[in-house]
């Protein structure tokens, strides 16, 4: 089985307001990310921290599991840890960012035919640059799990680089949407 953790914990503070309620094209942001999810994967659990009240009735009404991760100001490998929790015993696990509404449903597929033929960790790279979100195959949690507060899930990746592979995808991987200009000018390109 394949799951996905959606890191919506975080303060939106160059936002200024809640920005995973945001709306484009009539849809909150994060509705966006969890229906490309929602194709291909077999569980969803959105960690979220601050101010969690606001998001939950969105994730009622689209029938997902959440969790709150009450440490989310130790940083984003807290919410990882709390997300991959619930998820431990499933095959693999994608690691999203809530505020990344393009992901493309067609490079999820890819990413998990590539780990189905061996790879630990499949990850997005435009021009060079890894994105999100990344699949970690089962045999890391434990790993993931036992990072310290100064530690990130890059060390993960490094430590397991023979095990990585890429996978060619858009500018949608290296983007998400923190200020209000950001978002203006994404929703000219969508």
């Known amino acids: 089985m394949i799951g996905a953790v959606i890191l919506g914990a975080g303060e939106s503070r160059r936002m200024g307001t809640q920005k995973l309620l945001l709306e484009i094209k009539g849809r909150p942001m994060l509705e966006w990310v969890i229906d490309s999810f929602k194709k291909v994967v077999d569980e969803i659990v959105v960690v979220l921290g601050h101010r969690p009240e606001l998001l939950i009735p969105l994730l009622r009404r689209l029938d997902v599991k959440w969790t709150v991760n009450v440490n989310y100001l130790d940083g984003m490998v807290t919410s990882v840890k709390e997300g991959l929790k619930m998820l431990k015993d499933f095959d693999a696990v994608f690691v999203a960012l809530g505020d990344q509404p393009l992901v493309e449903v067609d490079f999820l597929k890819k990413a998990i035919e590539v780990w189905k033929n061996g790879a630990k960790v499949v990850c997005p790279v435009v021009k060079g640059k890894k994105g999100h979100?990344?699949?970690f195959d089962r045999s890391l949690f434990d790993e993931i799990l036992g990072l310290g507060k100064d530690q990130f899930l890059r060390d993960v990746i490094h430590r397991h680089k023979e095990d990585l592979r890429t996978l060619e995808s858009g500018e949608w991987a290296?983007?998400?949407?923190?200020?209000?200009?950001?978002?203006?000018?994404?929703?000219?390109k969508f």
Do not use: C, N, R
């Open 133 to 135: 979100p990344v699949l």
């Open 174 to 188: 290296i983007t998400d949407i923190d200020t209000p200009e950001g978002l203006e000018a994404f929703k000219w």
